[in-house]
Protein backbone atom coordinates (compact mmCIF):
# COMPACT_ATOMS: atom_id res chain seq x y z
CA UNK A 1 0.00 0.00 0.00
CA UNK A 2 2.94 2.48 0.84
CA UNK A 3 4.62 1.73 -2.95
CA UNK A 4 1.05 1.98 -4.32
CA UNK A 5 0.29 6.00 -2.46
CA UNK A 6 4.13 6.49 -3.12
CA UNK A 7 3.66 5.88 -6.96
CA UNK A 8 -0.18 6.88 -7.33
CA UNK A 9 -0.62 10.18 -4.26
CA UNK A 10 2.94 10.88 -3.38
CA UNK A 11 1.49 13.89 -1.52
CA UNK A 12 0.86 11.42 0.96
CA UNK A 13 4.52 9.38 1.54
CA UNK A 14 7.27 10.87 2.87
CA UNK A 15 9.85 12.40 1.02
CA UNK A 16 12.37 9.92 2.42
CA UNK A 17 10.27 6.58 1.87
CA UNK A 18 9.63 7.54 -1.86
CA UNK A 19 13.46 8.19 -2.51
CA UNK A 20 13.95 4.67 -1.43
CA UNK A 21 11.00 3.45 -2.92
CA UNK A 22 12.30 4.74 -6.14
CA UNK A 23 15.73 3.33 -5.54
CA UNK A 24 14.70 -0.09 -5.12
CA UNK A 25 11.91 0.50 -8.83
CA UNK A 26 15.44 1.39 -10.31
CA UNK A 27 17.66 -1.59 -8.85
CA UNK A 28 14.33 -3.88 -9.65
CA UNK A 29 14.20 -2.47 -13.38
CA UNK A 30 10.89 -2.36 -12.31
CA UNK A 31 7.66 -0.73 -14.50
CA UNK A 32 4.14 -0.19 -12.80
CA UNK A 33 1.71 -1.88 -15.26
CA UNK A 34 -0.41 0.90 -16.88
CA UNK A 35 -2.76 -2.20 -17.68
CA UNK A 36 -3.61 -2.80 -14.15
CA UNK A 37 -3.95 0.90 -13.65
CA UNK A 38 -6.34 1.16 -16.35
CA UNK A 39 -8.40 -1.60 -15.03
CA UNK A 40 -9.08 0.31 -11.69
CA UNK A 41 -9.50 3.66 -12.70
CA UNK A 42 -11.64 2.64 -15.72
CA UNK A 43 -9.39 5.07 -18.01
CA UNK A 44 -6.04 4.36 -20.11
CA UNK A 45 -4.75 7.68 -20.84
CA UNK A 46 -4.17 7.08 -24.07
CA UNK A 47 -6.02 9.58 -26.95
CA UNK A 48 -6.17 7.89 -31.06
CA UNK A 49 -4.95 9.47 -33.44
CA UNK A 50 -6.73 8.77 -37.14
CA UNK A 51 -4.99 10.75 -39.58
CA UNK A 52 -5.56 10.62 -43.36
CA UNK A 53 -1.87 11.27 -45.01
CA UNK A 54 1.47 11.39 -43.34
CA UNK A 55 3.35 12.86 -46.08
CA UNK A 56 1.33 15.94 -45.87
CA UNK A 57 3.53 18.23 -43.86
CA UNK A 58 0.44 19.90 -42.71
CA UNK A 59 -0.76 17.00 -40.87
CA UNK A 60 2.96 15.88 -39.62
CA UNK A 61 2.54 19.24 -37.86
CA UNK A 62 -0.66 18.96 -36.43
CA UNK A 63 0.39 15.65 -34.89
CA UNK A 64 3.49 17.24 -33.67
CA UNK A 65 0.69 20.15 -31.58
CA UNK A 66 -1.38 16.97 -30.31
CA UNK A 67 1.11 14.77 -28.99
CA UNK A 68 3.60 17.76 -27.24
CA UNK A 69 -0.33 19.18 -25.90
CA UNK A 70 -1.16 15.24 -25.04
CA UNK A 71 1.94 14.46 -23.42
CA UNK A 72 1.31 17.70 -20.82
CA UNK A 73 -2.04 16.44 -19.42
CA UNK A 74 -0.16 13.17 -19.02
CA UNK A 75 -1.77 11.42 -22.07
CA UNK A 76 0.07 9.06 -24.81
CA UNK A 77 -1.06 9.16 -28.26
CA UNK A 78 -1.80 6.21 -30.84
CA UNK A 79 -1.29 7.15 -34.52
CA UNK A 80 -3.18 6.10 -37.54
CA UNK A 81 -2.39 6.48 -41.21
CA UNK A 82 -5.03 5.98 -43.61
CA UNK A 83 -3.89 7.47 -47.11
CA UNK A 84 -7.70 8.80 -47.33
CA UNK A 85 -8.68 4.79 -47.65
CA UNK A 86 -12.65 4.35 -45.88
CA UNK A 87 -11.91 0.74 -45.34
CA UNK A 88 -8.57 1.52 -43.32
CA UNK A 89 -10.28 4.56 -41.47
CA UNK A 90 -12.79 2.41 -40.68
CA UNK A 91 -10.36 -0.36 -39.31
CA UNK A 92 -8.27 2.31 -37.66
CA UNK A 93 -11.52 3.19 -35.49
CA UNK A 94 -12.20 -0.32 -34.83
CA UNK A 95 -8.93 -1.26 -33.07
CA UNK A 96 -8.40 2.15 -31.23
CA UNK A 97 -11.88 1.63 -29.87
CA UNK A 98 -10.65 -2.32 -28.66
CA UNK A 99 -7.64 -1.09 -27.53
CA UNK A 100 -10.05 1.29 -24.87
CA UNK A 101 -8.83 4.83 -26.01
CA UNK A 102 -10.21 7.30 -23.80
CA UNK A 103 -10.87 9.25 -26.92
CA UNK A 104 -10.32 9.66 -30.59
CA UNK A 105 -9.21 13.27 -32.45
CA UNK A 106 -9.72 11.97 -36.32
CA UNK A 107 -9.49 13.91 -39.58
CA UNK A 108 -12.31 12.02 -40.94
CA UNK A 109 -12.51 11.07 -44.95
CA UNK A 110 -15.77 9.12 -44.27
CA UNK A 111 -19.51 10.00 -42.61
CA UNK A 112 -19.30 6.22 -41.75
CA UNK A 113 -16.67 5.68 -39.62
CA UNK A 114 -17.88 9.16 -37.70
CA UNK A 115 -21.17 7.54 -37.14
CA UNK A 116 -19.76 4.28 -36.35
CA UNK A 117 -17.63 6.23 -33.05
CA UNK A 118 -21.22 8.24 -32.24
CA UNK A 119 -22.78 4.69 -31.97
CA UNK A 120 -20.11 3.55 -30.15
CA UNK A 121 -20.61 6.80 -28.14
CA UNK A 122 -16.99 7.46 -27.96
CA UNK A 123 -15.48 10.52 -26.94
CA UNK A 124 -14.68 11.75 -30.08
CA UNK A 125 -13.26 15.67 -31.64
CA UNK A 126 -13.53 15.92 -35.56
CA UNK A 127 -10.55 18.08 -36.52
CA UNK A 128 -10.40 19.63 -39.88
CA UNK A 129 -13.31 18.36 -41.49
CA UNK A 130 -16.71 18.38 -40.70
CA UNK A 131 -20.25 17.20 -41.59
CA UNK A 132 -23.27 19.88 -41.34
CA UNK A 133 -25.64 16.72 -40.32
CA UNK A 134 -23.64 15.86 -37.27
CA UNK A 135 -23.61 17.02 -33.49
CA UNK A 136 -19.96 16.28 -33.05
CA UNK A 137 -17.36 18.32 -31.02
CA UNK A 138 -15.11 19.93 -33.79
CA UNK A 139 -12.21 22.07 -34.47
CA UNK A 140 -11.59 23.41 -38.34
CA UNK A 141 -10.17 26.16 -39.82
CA UNK A 142 -12.32 29.09 -42.42
CA UNK A 143 -11.01 27.26 -45.96
CA UNK A 144 -13.60 29.69 -47.38
CA UNK A 145 -12.09 32.78 -46.20
CA UNK A 146 -8.25 31.66 -46.78
CA UNK A 147 -9.52 30.64 -50.29
CA UNK A 148 -10.90 34.22 -50.85
CA UNK A 149 -7.82 36.48 -49.80
CA UNK A 150 -6.02 34.21 -52.06
CA UNK A 151 -8.36 34.44 -55.10
CA UNK A 152 -8.55 38.37 -54.42
CA UNK A 153 -4.76 38.72 -54.49
CA UNK A 154 -4.17 36.67 -57.77
CA UNK A 155 -7.15 39.14 -59.21
CA UNK A 156 -5.32 42.12 -57.65
CA UNK A 157 -2.47 41.01 -59.40
CA UNK A 158 -4.63 41.59 -62.69
CA UNK A 159 -4.93 37.71 -63.49
CA UNK A 160 -8.31 36.35 -64.84
CA UNK A 161 -7.22 33.28 -66.44
CA UNK A 162 -6.81 31.24 -63.05
CA UNK A 163 -6.36 27.55 -62.83
CA UNK A 164 -7.01 25.59 -59.39
CA UNK A 165 -5.80 22.07 -58.71
CA UNK A 166 -8.35 20.54 -55.87
CA UNK A 167 -9.87 17.51 -54.88
CA UNK A 168 -12.74 15.34 -55.63
CA UNK A 169 -15.26 18.26 -54.08
CA UNK A 170 -15.91 15.71 -51.11
CA UNK A 171 -14.44 16.89 -47.95
CA UNK A 172 -15.27 19.87 -46.19
CA UNK A 173 -12.22 21.92 -46.77
CA UNK A 174 -11.96 21.02 -50.38
CA UNK A 175 -15.56 22.23 -51.22
CA UNK A 176 -15.00 25.67 -48.82
CA UNK A 177 -11.97 26.46 -51.16
CA UNK A 178 -13.76 26.00 -54.24
CA UNK A 179 -16.45 28.18 -52.91
CA UNK A 180 -14.42 30.90 -51.88
CA UNK A 181 -12.46 30.95 -55.24
CA UNK A 182 -15.45 31.05 -57.13
CA UNK A 183 -17.08 33.48 -54.85
CA UNK A 184 -14.01 35.80 -55.27
CA UNK A 185 -14.10 35.44 -59.12
CA UNK A 186 -17.76 35.77 -59.42
CA UNK A 187 -17.45 39.11 -56.97
CA UNK A 188 -14.97 40.65 -59.45
CA UNK A 189 -16.68 39.76 -62.69
CA UNK A 190 -14.65 37.08 -63.80
CA UNK A 191 -15.74 33.80 -65.21
CA UNK A 192 -14.36 30.57 -64.38
CA UNK A 193 -12.61 28.68 -67.37
CA UNK A 194 -13.99 25.33 -66.54
CA UNK A 195 -10.81 23.20 -68.49
CA UNK A 196 -8.88 24.76 -66.20
CA UNK A 197 -10.42 23.26 -62.79
CA UNK A 198 -8.65 20.05 -62.40
CA UNK A 199 -9.30 16.98 -59.69
CA UNK A 200 -6.09 16.01 -58.90
CA UNK A 201 -7.53 14.14 -55.69
CA UNK A 202 -5.04 15.93 -53.33
CA UNK A 203 -1.66 13.97 -54.90
CA UNK A 204 1.71 15.06 -56.06
CA UNK A 205 1.89 12.56 -59.10
CA UNK A 206 -1.78 13.71 -60.16
CA UNK A 207 -0.91 17.49 -60.01
CA UNK A 208 2.13 16.91 -61.81
CA UNK A 209 0.88 15.51 -64.85
CA UNK A 210 -2.17 18.17 -64.45
CA UNK A 211 -0.23 20.93 -64.53
CA UNK A 212 2.23 19.29 -67.29
CA UNK A 213 -0.91 18.89 -69.55
CA UNK A 214 -2.43 22.62 -68.76
CA UNK A 215 1.17 24.37 -69.16
CA UNK A 216 1.61 22.48 -72.59
CA UNK A 217 -1.77 23.34 -73.64
CA UNK A 218 -3.18 26.87 -75.80
CA UNK A 219 -5.23 29.47 -73.77
CA UNK A 220 -3.07 27.86 -70.71
CA UNK A 221 -3.84 30.08 -67.08
CA UNK A 222 -1.69 32.72 -65.95
CA UNK A 223 -1.68 31.39 -62.55
CA UNK A 224 -2.21 28.15 -60.33
CA UNK A 225 -4.03 28.05 -57.15
CA UNK A 226 -3.18 24.81 -55.75
CA UNK A 227 -5.80 23.25 -52.94
CA UNK A 228 -2.58 21.55 -50.92
CA UNK A 229 1.07 21.67 -49.87
CA UNK A 230 1.61 17.67 -51.89
CA UNK A 231 -0.33 19.40 -55.42
CA UNK A 232 2.13 22.50 -54.90
CA UNK A 233 5.14 20.06 -55.29
CA UNK A 234 3.65 18.49 -58.13
CA UNK A 235 3.28 21.79 -59.70
CA UNK A 236 6.69 22.93 -59.15
CA UNK A 237 8.17 20.05 -60.27
CA UNK A 238 6.18 20.31 -63.57
CA UNK A 239 6.97 23.52 -64.26
CA UNK A 240 11.06 23.09 -63.60
CA UNK A 241 10.48 19.94 -65.97
CA UNK A 242 8.94 22.25 -68.78
CA UNK A 243 11.82 24.45 -68.16
CA UNK A 244 9.83 27.08 -67.13
CA UNK A 245 10.32 30.26 -64.41
CA UNK A 246 7.41 30.68 -61.48
CA UNK A 247 6.35 33.92 -61.33
CA UNK A 248 7.97 34.97 -65.04
CA UNK A 249 6.12 32.29 -67.15
CA UNK A 250 3.49 31.52 -64.78
CA UNK A 251 2.44 32.85 -61.43
CA UNK A 252 1.65 30.12 -57.91
CA UNK A 253 -0.38 30.31 -54.88
CA UNK A 254 -1.07 27.49 -52.54
CA UNK A 255 -3.10 26.47 -49.44
CA UNK A 256 -0.88 25.90 -46.63
CA UNK A 257 2.72 26.14 -46.89
CA UNK A 258 5.11 23.68 -48.56
CA UNK A 259 8.70 22.31 -46.96
CA UNK A 260 11.45 24.22 -46.84
CA UNK A 261 9.25 27.90 -48.18
CA UNK A 262 11.62 29.90 -46.31
CA UNK A 263 14.72 29.33 -48.40
CA UNK A 264 13.14 28.32 -51.46
CA UNK A 265 13.14 31.20 -54.17
CA UNK A 266 10.63 32.50 -55.37
CA UNK A 267 8.77 32.18 -52.13
CA UNK A 268 5.64 30.86 -52.93
CA UNK A 269 2.51 32.59 -51.73
CA UNK A 270 0.56 30.85 -49.24
CA UNK A 271 -2.61 30.57 -46.65
CA UNK A 272 -1.08 29.49 -43.81
CA UNK A 273 -3.76 27.46 -41.09
CA UNK A 274 -2.65 28.34 -37.41
CA UNK A 275 -2.03 24.82 -36.92
CA UNK A 276 -0.67 24.76 -33.45
CA UNK A 277 -3.93 25.98 -32.49
CA UNK A 278 -5.80 23.38 -34.64
CA UNK A 279 -3.66 20.71 -32.80
CA UNK A 280 -3.81 22.05 -28.89
CA UNK A 281 -7.54 22.87 -29.02
CA UNK A 282 -8.43 19.75 -30.66
CA UNK A 283 -6.48 17.94 -27.43
CA UNK A 284 -8.13 19.92 -24.63
CA UNK A 285 -11.89 19.41 -26.36
CA UNK A 286 -11.16 16.19 -26.44
CA UNK A 287 -9.79 16.02 -22.59
CA UNK A 288 -12.59 18.17 -21.98
CA UNK A 289 -14.96 16.06 -23.20
CA UNK A 290 -13.12 12.31 -21.80
CA UNK A 291 -13.41 13.89 -18.65
CA UNK A 292 -16.76 15.29 -18.62
CA UNK A 293 -18.32 12.43 -21.04
CA UNK A 294 -21.93 13.30 -19.74
CA UNK A 295 -22.27 16.79 -21.16
CA UNK A 296 -24.63 17.36 -24.14
CA UNK A 297 -23.69 20.36 -25.80
CA UNK A 298 -21.15 20.47 -28.20
CA UNK A 299 -17.85 22.41 -28.79
CA UNK A 300 -17.19 24.13 -32.11
CA UNK A 301 -14.02 26.03 -32.95
CA UNK A 302 -13.42 27.84 -36.27
CA UNK A 303 -9.96 29.19 -36.88
CA UNK A 304 -8.97 31.88 -38.69
CA UNK A 305 -5.95 31.34 -41.33
CA UNK A 306 -3.50 33.63 -42.81
CA UNK A 307 -2.44 35.18 -46.33
CA UNK A 308 1.31 34.92 -46.16
CA UNK A 309 2.29 36.98 -49.68
CA UNK A 310 5.32 36.25 -51.25
CA UNK A 311 7.02 36.33 -54.59
CA UNK A 312 5.40 33.77 -56.57
CA UNK A 313 2.36 35.72 -58.13
CA UNK A 314 3.73 38.70 -60.39
CA UNK A 315 1.75 41.28 -61.72
CA UNK A 316 0.51 41.55 -65.20
CA UNK A 317 0.53 45.00 -66.45
Not at 259 to 273: A, E, K, L, S, Y
Not at 290 to 298: L, S
Request: with cysteine; net charge positive.
Amino acid sequence: MTVSRALNTPQKVSAKTTRRIRKVMEELGYQPSQVARSLVKRRTNTIGIVMPDIKNTFFNSWFRSVEDSARQFGYTTFLCNTDENPDDEMKSVRTLLSHRVDGILIVPHSEESVRYLMRAKANVVLVDRVFDSMNVDSVSTDHYYGAVKLTEHMIAQGHKRIGVLKGPGVLFPDRERYRGFGHAMKENGIEVVREHIRNCEFKESLAFDTVKEMLQAGNRPTALFSFNSLMTIGAIKAINVLGMKIPADISLVCYDAIPGNDIFTPGITHVIQPIEELGTDATKMLIRRIENPKRKATEEIFLKPKLVIRESCRKIP
